[in-house]
Structures are given as structure tokens and as C-alpha cells.
């Protein structure tokens, strides 16, 4: 009989092995991660999901990772740890796990192993470079010999990393290549033929993935297939029993956007070519007609929400359905020894399924009334702008909620970290879209179980704790959060002259070193255009190069100021004295026509709560202390944070944002503020 893992000798405590850790690797023993350490650990011994928010500097990656793998050792298990950032799965990969493995392999007895594991889209198909993919342009762009021959270059160079590449990984090919050449050498899990039925499926580089995640201790993904796993019938993921979700804070929009389907002219277009010699042409040319049918429907409808279904809308939807379901029953089942014809089949069947699936989806989202509707619906598209969009028809989920409680808390432990999860102070904000019960209840431990893990009751819900471990920094000493009383509101067009004064003035004292945050882009270009006249200090903007360049450029030159907009607010980690001012223009709340968050709103207004807090709110206090966490990048770290839009100190709601932000110094006292950033000026160096 095989032996019983769980009677193995237990490894030494999680404290001993975080201390042996931190000293492997060079670093200082810290409060907030040791209790970090330990909650997670007891979590995970009890099966009570944790959320825990940990500030800059607490060293929250170890503080979960070694727990992680001490349970996943002895417990011979795997331990699934998902981000939100390409940035941070890399950090754990390249970094902390290869730098753990070595640390932990003596007191543990043997060094743990890592995986990574993302979408099947993200890795080559060595099929489709072998055998060619079918010729699919989307649109007029693809007809213009410039982006034929691009196109071309990148998938020729794609051929010859084929034969290179160990692992397939798209983020792996640098320089990369455009998603119309990556399409032509990739294939959704929907598309795959399968490894029994691939002629190279024992080389395929997902199957070897997914093979390599399946031994490991450690598998690091993405919040995105994360979501798949918990929307699809089959496991994406190695089985596990401990979920760790780092950068939490954005597991909604996360799990939404994978749980959000369109439908356009050029899908149906696509999927009628797919059918090609596969069908009789007569059944393909009815999803052409409705491809036709529905641009042009879509042409006289307004972008924005979809509350009640025009009539004409709804016929083209259905027609397209139909016309999905005729096409589908022609094609009929595969022919397992066709081998050849495996793949456009395949093709065309997985595109006709997302056709018939989203069209019944969307028609299915009018049939209840509006206050009992699961799904919001949205037209998409502006052929008026500088770069025009064609025209889509979208559904998404109005939460997640009950998905992800279903789906993922109640099949594995879960711990939700980040830097920033306690709005107003409380974690209930947050529990609520996740959904968790708002008032976090200790599981009682049980004696006599082998893990302390509560029996399970038929009445028992999800039941978890929060934690807060703070930060190592000292904020109050080390930075002033200034909020603009003495300006005007922020109106609609654009930034007043008030405002530029302002932050002219905070820039010139601070000698440059700014990142100024902007609620659009169009703001941002304003500031950007009407401040190179005024200060002497160079500003970037956004927009004007790739990102990292401008970010590079940025942390390089102190006296540089940067602009941007929303990629900005929270994905900038530049320590030391090139960044000592951030500035936030506005407030950040969605804007009042985005349709996802506009109807959650009104569902939350319509069941008795406050929609405003319950979702506008909510998602200006997570960016507005996100994009305030740019200041503090190490324990040195000195300046302001000003925010140029005096709601916050005025209205109502300002108390819930402010106290969802790190416990700065405040001040309404523009002088105070302007004597400090020259202070910090002249004491920094060049």
C-alpha cells in the first residue's frame, strides 16, 4: 500500500523557516510579514480564507510563499499562487521562488519546485507552424501591402523561434510581435485539437506546461485564468488546495473581463470564411448576410448601455444565432481520421460556438426585468474618433460574486493580499464584490482533525478573517498628503486655470521630480501642453513613447516630471528622489458612462444600498490609494501627495477616501506644502 503522506515528520514552523528564509537571502526581519506569515499559515491549517493587507516594505511575497511551501511539502500537494501583473509573476518566477528553493531545501529536506502557467493562447502551437494557418483578414487594414508584409516578417520570425524556444512562452519572444501574427501561430483551448488527436501533441508546449504544473508546488498564473478555471466545467488548473491571490485588489475587474463576451459584423465575416469548402455555401452566406445585417444595425445605435433591446437590434442577434446553429448542424461531428481537416474544423467550430453562445447570451440578458437581470449589455465603438473603433456588441456579469464564492472559495483555502484592501478602513467593501459575508466570523478549531478544517455543515457559509500588518514605513514622519481646499470642483472641460496655477507652483517648488496622475488623457496632454511654457523642468506624457521608456526616462533624470493616466496609478515603482510630489488631478471615479459600473450602481440603488459608495466610491478609494502608494517605494522615501480636487476634504463621502489611504500628514495649507517640497528639494541630491 502506498504510504500515508500526511504521517510524515512535520517540517520545522513557519517562523523558524521564514527567519531561515529572510537571512538566506540577505534581508531584515519584519513585524508585519512574520504576522503575516503566521495568519497565513493558520488559514491555511484551518481552511478559513484570509485577507490580509500588507503596505509597501512588509515583504508580503515571503510572508505567503513560506507557508505556501512548507504546507505544499509536507503535505505532498500544490499550491496555487495567482497575480494580476505579468511584472509580479516574474518576480516570483525569476526571483523569490528560484531564491526560496535554494533557501528551504535543507530545513524542508528537499529544494520545493515552481511552475508557471498561463492561457493556452499564450503559447506557441507547433501545429499550426507546422501546418500553416488559415488565411483570415478581419479587415480592410489586412489588404494593404505594409502590414501583409509586416505581418509576414513577424510570423516568419515566429517560425524560426519555433525551432529556439524551450518553452513557447509568448512573453518569452523579445522583441514582440503584433496579436494578428501571434493569432496565426496560437490557438485557444476551444481550437486545440487535443493531445491524443495532435499529430505534435507530445511536443506541445501548453501540454508541457500544464504537465510541469502538475508536479510543482508552486504554480504562479493570472487572476484571467483563474477565471477561466472557475468558468469552465473542466479543470484549467492543477488540483489544489490552497489559492493565494496576490494584487487582490483587482480579482474583480479580473474575473469580469474574463467573463465577458462581444459580438461583431467581423466575427460573423470571419466565421462564415472558416466554413469555406467545410459546409454548403448557401448555409455559410446566411452569416455574411448577418454580418451585413447587423453592421448595419449597429450604425444607427448609440455607443453606451443597453437597458431595452430595439427591436431591430434583437432581430439580428437572433438571426445571427440561428444562422450560427444552421452552420454548426452542417458541419456536423469531426471525422477523427480526417487529421488534416482537424484543425479548420476545429477552427470553425470554436468561433461558430462563440457566435451561437454570446448571441444567446445577449438575447437572454432582456428576458428578466431590468432589477433582476445578471448580465449589462453595451455598444461599443466611435467612428468619430482619431482612431476609430468599429462597432461591438458586449455582456458582461453584473458581479462576480457569486462565482467566485461558488467556484473558488469553496473548492480551495483562500488568501487575498495587497497593499491596499481595507476601504474606509474595512475590508467589507471588498468582501461584498468577492463574496464573502461582510462580517468576517472565526472558524472555530476542531480537535481530533488532521488540518483543523471545520466539518461541513449545510448551512455554513464562507468564513474568513482580515488582517492588516500595516507597513514598515513611517508614513506620518515622511509624507503630507495635501488636498487643494481652496480650488474650484473639477468641471468637464478640462483643467481651469486655478488648477494649472496650482500645480505649476507645487512642481516648481519640488524642483521637478514629479508624477503627476491624471483622471484622463486628455487632461493629461493639457497639463503637459500648458506647463512646458510655464516650469522649467522637462515633463513627459504619456502617450509620447512606450511607457517603460518614459518611466525609465523618468527615474534616470531627477529633475524630470512625468504625466499619464491610469496605467500610471499603479504601475510606477520608482524609489528615491526622482519621484518626491505625486500629483492627482481628480478624483478618480469611473466615468458616468461606463456601462458596467453605471449598472451596478443602479442594481446596488435598486436593492435598497447606496450605489454611489458601494461601487463608484470603491473604485476611486482603490485607485486614489494605489496611485498615493507611488510615493512610498522604500523606507527613505520623502514628499507630497496633492490632490487638486477639494471634494476630497469637502463631501460627504471624502472621509471613506481618505481613510483608505496611507496615514500621511495631512494638510489643507498650500504654503506648508510648497516650504516642505523646497526642503526636500535642496536636501536631495542630483
Not at 468558468?231 to 488546495?241: A, F, G, K, R
Not at 470553425?348 to 444567446?360: F, I, K, N, P, Y
Not at 471588498?430 to 480537535?447: D, F, I, K, M, Y
Not at 471613506?656 to 506648508?672: E, G, K, M, Q, Y
Amino acid at each position: 500500500m502506498p504510504a500515508d503522506k500526511s504521517v510524515r515528520s512535520a517540517p520545522p514552523g513557519v517562523r523558524e523557516l521564514l527567519a531561515h528564509a529572510v537571512k538566506a537571502v540577505g534581508g531584515a526581519e519584519r513585524d508585519g510579514q512574520v504576522r503575516m506569515a503566521e495568519a497565513v499559515a493558520e488559514a491555511i491549517r484551518t481552511g478559513e480564507h484570509l485577507a490580509v493587507q500588507a503596505g509597501t516594505g512588509t515583504g508580503k511575497s515571503l510572508a505567503y510563499l513560506v507557508p505556501a511551501i512548507r504546507h505544499a511539502v509536507e503535505r505532498d500537494s500544490t499550491v496555487v499562487v495567482s497575480t494580476a501583473t505579468i511584472a509580479l509573476q516574474r518576480q516570483l518566477v525569476d526571483r523569490d521562488l528560484p531564491r526560496l528553493a535554494d533557501a528551504l531545501a535543507e530545513p524542508l529536506g528537499r529544494a520545493p519546485t515552481f511552475a508557471i502557467l498561463k492561457g493556452r493562447r499564450n503559447y506557441l502551437c507547433l501545429h499550426r507552424v507546422h501546418t500553416g494557418a488559415p488565411e483570415e483578414p478581419e479587415d480592410t487594414a489586412l489588404f494593404d501591402a505594409f502590414t501583409v508584409s509586416r505581418i509576414g516578417r513577424e510570423v516568419k520570425r515566429l517560425h524560426e523561434w519555433s525551432s529556439d524556444t524551450e518553452t513557447g512562452d509568448r512573453d518569452e519572444l523579445v522583441p514582440g510581435v503584433s496579436e494578428r501574427a501571434w493569432r496565426q501561430v496560437s490557438v485557444t483551448a476551444k481550437e486545440c485539437l487535443g493531445v491524443a488527436r495532435c499529430p505534435v501533441g507530445t511536443d506541445c508546449f501548453a501540454e508541457r506546461a500544464r504537465a510541469e504544473a502538475g508536479r510543482a508546488d508552486v504554480v504562479v498564473t493570472n487572476h484571467a485564468l483563474l477565471a477561466i478555471n472557475a468558468l469552465q466545467e473542466h479543470q484549467v488548473l492543477p488540483e489544489h488546495e490552497v489559492t493565494i491571490v496576490d494584487e487582490a485588489h483587482e480579482l474583480v475587474d479580473r474575473v469580469t473581463s474574463a467573463a465577458t463576451a462581444e459580438l461583431t459584423p467581423a466575427m460573423l465575416s470571419t466565421a462564415a470564411r472558416r466554413c469555406g469548402r467545410l459546409i454548403d455555401a448557401a448555409v455559410a452566406d446566411r452569416l455574411l448576410e448577418c454580418a451585413d445585417g447587423l453592421s448595419l444595425v449597429l450604425d444607427d445605435l448609440p455607443p453606451g448601455r443597453i437597458d431595452r433591446l430595439p427591436t431591430a437590434v434583437g432581430g439580428a442577434v437572433a438571426a445571427a444565432r440561428d444562422a450560427a446553429r444552421a452552420c454548426l448542424t452542417a458541419l456536423g461531428p469531426d471525422h477523427k481520421e480526417d487529421v488534416e481537416g482537424a484543425t479548420a474544423r476545429k477552427l470553425t467550430r470554436s468561433l461558430l460556438d462563440e457566435v451561437h453562445d454570446t448571441a444567446v447570451r445577449l438575447l437572454e440578458s432582456f428576458e428578466d426585468e431590468q432589477a433582476d437581470r445578471f448580465d449589462v449589455v453595451w455598444r461599443s465603438g466611435d467612428s468619430f474618433s482619431a482612431s476609430p473603433r468599429p462597432p461591438a456588441l458586449h455582456v458582461a456579469p453584473l458581479t462576480v460574486a457569486g462565482l467566485l464564492r461558488d467556484r473558488v472559495f469553496a473548492s480551495s483555502t483562500t488568501v487575498l493580499t495587497s497593499a491596499t484592501l481595507a476601504l474606509g478602513g474595512s475590508f467589507d467593501t471588498l468582501a461584498r464584490q468577492w463574496g464573502l459575508p461582510p462580517s468576517p466570523a472565526r472558524a472555530t478549531e476542531v480537535a481530533g482533525t488532521a488540518t483543523g478544517k471545520t466539518p461541513p455543515s449545510d448551512d455554513s457559509g464562507p468564513t474568513w478573517t482580515g488582517l492588516d500588518v500595516g507597513s514598515p514605513f513611517d508614513y506620518r514622519r515622511n509624507g503630507i498628503l495635501y488636498v487643494a481646499k481652496q480650488l474650484p470642483a473639477p468641471g468637464r472641460d478640462g483643467l481651469g486655470a486655478a488648477t494649472l496655477d496650482e500645480l505649476a507652483e507645487l512642481i516648481d517648488a519640488a524642483g521637478g521630480r514629479t508624477l503627476g496622475l491624471f483622471s484622463s488623457m486628455r487632461a493629461a496632454k493639457q497639463a503637459a501642453e500648458a506647463l512646458r511654457d510655464r516650469v522649467r523642468y522637462p515633463i513627459l506624457c504619456q502617450g509620447e513613447d512606450a511607457t517603460a521608456l518614459l518611466v525609465g526616462k523618468f527615474a534616470d533624470d531627477v529633475r524630470t516630471c512625468l504625466f499619464g493616466t491610469l496605467s500610471l496609478w499603479q504601475g510606477v515603482d520608482v524609489p528615491g528622489p526622482s519621484l518626491q510630489l505625486v500629483v492627482v488631478d481628480r478624483l478618480p471615479f469611473p466615468r458616468p458612462d461606463d456601462p458596467v459600473s453605471s449598472a451596478r450602481q443602479r442594481a446596488v440603488d435598486a436593492r435598497g444600498g447606496n450605489g454611489f459608495l458601494t461601487v463608484a466610491a470603491t473604485h476611486a478609494a482603490l485607485l486614489l490609494a494605489q496611485g498615493a502608494g507611488r510615493l512610498h517605494r522604500s523606507g527613505t522615501d520623502r514628499g507630497v501627495v496633492a490632490v487638486l480636487d477639494p471634494r476630497l476634504a469637502t463631501a460627504r463621502y471624502g472621509g471613506f477616501l481618505r481613510a483608505s489611504l496611507p496615514p500621511l500628514w495631512p494638510t489643507h495649507d498650500p504654503r506648508v506644502v510648497r516650504d516642505a517640497l523646497r526642503r526636500l528639494d535642496a536636501a536631495a541630491p542630483d
